[in-house]
């Protein structure tokens, strides 16, 4: 590469010398030339080192692949041999290299996700040999917002517990994401009434993270936490939403009154909220105060209310879906309507309509989507 710089350089020299810069059109073509050839110089190098780069990735991956397949299938793997593999994998690699432990890392996570039988002992005792751990505790020391995130989202992808009094702290940490991160990780790792740390978070609470907390939930099968109630009436709207998110999966009826009520806010989301949760938990004595609420809603709660009633299944639900049905509304409103007096088995579905009415179009769509 430098002898290619080198050849290219010299004959601007040799015109430098012969023409003494005659003109300042010639020193500005000079430099622009010599400009030019460096930026394909350090273009060329850099592309170099990026194929070099990726070659030892896979070389590495392909090493890391072999490791893992005897560790993980071997059987009468004793301790001597287990830790000379680990010590061997650690030679055969750049193990120095900080992209080589994340690789180890990741693939960890990837095998653990993936693998069938009950490999994480054994994946987690390889993580601890590996010296990964202590690695990822000198990137909490950096103080760094990515890092931590980072190292939080790994711990929390390996279900390595004993990482969840680390992590704890940073539940107040400065930057949001991180406070984010920590809270998902905690609650993932922690054995301990994990929920209860929900008590202190002040962050807002997206859609995404409403259905990461309700999955972890769900997989760890943690039990009704005690903040529900409270939430309910929570100055945070994002706070008031998971709340009854989680009384739609725990099924806690007994905060029915409240849900009833919210059906009423003057939050949008928090109104579409609790009207998923009537519909889910068949809450018949939020009829009323659906049918109430109809007018002052757009299409998009309109159907969330015509579903609910419909689901519901009383003749009052029946007759309203019967006169929304019968009004002038956008065909989505009223497919949704028919559709619920479908639903129903309702005699005011099976009634012939009009040929070339609407209501007739309308009902042969709910009966063929095709048509």
């Known amino acids: 590469m430098y002898y290619f710089l080198l050849n290219f350089v010299s004959p601007l020299l040799l015109f430098e010398y012969h023409f003494q810069y005659s003109n300042a059109l010639d020193v500005v073509l000079v430099l622009l030339l010599f400009a030019f050839g460096l ?25 890391i692949y072999g490791f893992f397949t005897k560790l993980l299938f071997e059987e009468d793997l004793d301790e001597r041999s287990f830790n000379e593999k680990v010590n061997k994998i650690k030679k055969k690699v750049p193990f120095d290299k900080p992209w080589c432990k994340e690789l180890l890392i990741e693939n960890i996570i990837d095998l653990d996700k993936n693998l069938k039988g009950n490999y994480s002992q054994l994946l987690i005792k390889i993580y601890l040999q590996l010296g990964l751990f202590n690695y990822m505790k000198s990137l909490l020391e950096t103080g760094k917002s ?6 939080i989202y790994y711990w929390r992808e390996l279900g390595y517990a004993p990482s969840s009094k680390i992590i704890y702290p940073y539940v107040r940490h400065e930057n949001e994401q991180v406070r984010t991160a920590a809270v998902l990780a905690y609650i993932s790792l922690s054995d301990k009434d994990p929920l209860s740390i929900l008590d202190e978070y002040v962050d807002r609470i997206s ?13 760890k099968k943690i039990k009704k936490p005690t903040f529900i109630g409270d939430w309910l009436a929570h ?3 994002s706070h008031v939403v998971f709340a009854l998110k989680l009384i739609a999966y725990y099924n806690a009826l007994e905060f029915k009154s409240a849900v009833i009520e919210l059906i009423k806010s003057a939050d949008l989301r928090i109104r579409e909220s609790a009207i998923e949760v009537v519909r889910r938990l068949l809450i018949e004595d939020a009829e009323g105060a659906l049918i109430d609420i109809y007018d002052e809603g757009n299409d998009k709660l309109k159907i969330k209310i015509v579903e609910s009633l419909a689901a519901m299944g009383s003749r009052s639900g029946e007759a309203f879906l019967f006169q929304v049905v019968n009004s002038p509304n956008r065909s989505e409103l009223l497919l949704a309507a028919m559709r619920g007096l479908k639903e129903l088995d309702s005699e005011l579905f099976v009634q012939n309509y009009p040929e070339g009415s609407t209501l007739c179009a309308v009902k042969k769509h709910v009966l063929d989507p095709y048509i």
Do not use: G
């Open 146 to 151: 990515y890092y931590i995130s980072k190292v």
């Open 235 to 237: 100055e945070r709207p």
């Open 39 to 63: 930026i394909l110089f350090y273009l060329f190098r850099f592309i170099r080192r990026r194929i070099d780069a990726d070659n030892q990735e896979k070389i590495a991956q392909y090493k």
């Open 207 to 219: 859609p995404i993270d409403e259905i990461k907390l309700l999955d972890i939930i769900q997989r």
